[in-house]
């Protein structure tokens, strides 16, 4: 599992992005979190290949039973789904 890590100025909350390499809204929700000094983590899941995906695909479905992307997770308790700009910056405060 390659979990990349973004340096930034507002760490004041953990901050976990699912997120898929080719979908154009985890790409925007990176953005706006790179916009805001986000300090965050995040993972391509559709680069994680056999049973290491499967069991992210589990996690995920612990915060989002849908499974839809992008899927933001803030302090293991808040949870964005999609790309939501207000609700984002809100979570963020």
Known sequence: MTVKHVDGTN????????????????KKTKTLL??????YDYLYVD???GQEQE???AQIEVYNPGGGF???????AEVII????EAIKEALA
């Not at 992008?70 to 293991?76: A, C």
């Open 70 to 76: 992008p899927t933001l997770v803030i302090d293991k």
């Open 82 to 85: 999609g790309y939501k700009p």
């Open 34 to 39: 790179d916009e805001l000094k986000v300090k």
């Open 11 to 26: 760490d004041k909350k953990s901050v976990f992005l699912y997120a898929l390499s080719t979908c154009p809204w985890c």
């Open 55 to 57: 069991e992210i695909l």
């Open 47 to 49: 680069l994680v290949v």
